[in-house]
């Protein structure tokens, strides 16, 4: 008899097999840029500090960059937005417009405390599989730890690109298939 407590216990199981692929063997594609990144803990106060040092404006569902050197601050999942999804600026997976030339400094905070996620750049566009082989990453942080004890995790990179199209992505298994893109 298949109950509905199997069926739960069984989603558990399945969710947490799947973080456990994702940590396993996501980490190698996520991992194939230049990924210089340490994870540090910050409490809801900070996060909120850091989201507003995003230097960018909002324009409909476009954030635009000036100057020589921009800050891109990126959520995963805040309260109010969809999962999975980033934020930006306030926006759900909006189109970032920053200048050729620009030097990008990116700070990725995971506020989903179910899972890990990760915010890697790359020129492959959508659509992305289930199970996404994305390659190559150009920059990025690779899988971020799942929050916990009421902390989240962030971590800073740099980033020179040169000019053209780029995307944003989460690599964990499924998430870019579902709308963890921009």
Request: aromatic letters at 12%; proline letters at 8%.
């Amino acid at each position: 008899m298949y109950t509905q407590n199997t069926m739960k216990k069984n989603w558990y199981v399945t969710v947490g097999a799947a973080a456990a692929l994702a940590a396993t063997v996501g980490m190698g594609t996520a991992m194939a840029g230049t990924l210089d990144t340490t994870w540090k803990e910050a409490t809801l106060p900070q996060v909120k500090a850091m989201l507003e040092k995003d230097t960018g404006k909002v324009s409909g569902d476009t954030v635009t960059y000036s100057g020589k050197t921009v800050h891109v601050v990126a959520a995963a999942v805040l309260p109010g937005f969809p999962f999975p999804s980033f934020e930006v600026h306030d926006k759900k997976n909006p189109t970032l417009e920053i200048p050729a030339g620009a030097t990008v400094d990116v700070t990725f905070i995971n506020t989903n405390k179910g899972f890990g996620h990760s915010f890697d750049i790359t020129k492959k566009g959508p659509p992305y599989a289930v199970m996404p082989v994305i390659d190559p990453i150009v920059a990025g942080t690779g899988f971020s730890p799942v929050p916990k004890d009421g902390k989240f995790g962030y971590t800073d990179f740099t980033w020179h690109p040169t000019a053209g199209t780029y995307y944003y992505v989460c690599q964990i298994p499924g998430h870019a298939a579902t709308g963890m893109f921009g």
